[in-house]
């Protein structure tokens, strides 16, 4: 079973930019959807964005046009970039293939 870390996460100031990635132990070429998921506390994990192998895309209303997903199953990543960040993405973050990483948190704050 694949394996994913991510990594990327740290503390930036609203309006700021963070881009997170998310690394494979393995071939991701198969895996039919992947995403990135967030969970801030109190609340539950929600979808932020999710890419199918085909390179369709989904996103959650609140971060459509700031964040933007994408894979390389080449490189065996899943990224995703993330601008004009607010205080309320502040939030763990998690990727997703088949099952879990281990998250990476976000902070935005001033």
């Known amino acids: 079973q694949v394996q994913f870390v991510e990594s990327g996460g740290g503390l930036v100031q609203p309006g700021g930019s963070l881009r997170l990635s998310c690394a494979a132990s393995?071939?991701?070429?198969?895996?039919?959807?992947m995403g990135w998921y967030r969970q801030a506390p109190g609340k539950q994990r929600e979808l932020v964005a999710g890419?199918?192998?085909?390179?369709?895309?989904t996103y959650a209303d609140s971060v459509k046009g700031r964040f933007t997903i994408s894979r390389d199953n080449a490189k065996n990543s899943l990224d995703l970039q993330m601008n004009s960040l607010k205080p309320e993405d502040t939030a763990v973050y998690y990727c997703?293939?088949?099952?879990w990483g281990q998250g990476t948190q976000v902070t935005v704050s001033l």
């Open positions: 890419i199918t192998s085909e390179g369709r895309t």
């Open positions: 393995g071939s991701i070429y198969t895996i039919a959807y």
């Open positions: 997703y293939g088949g099952n």
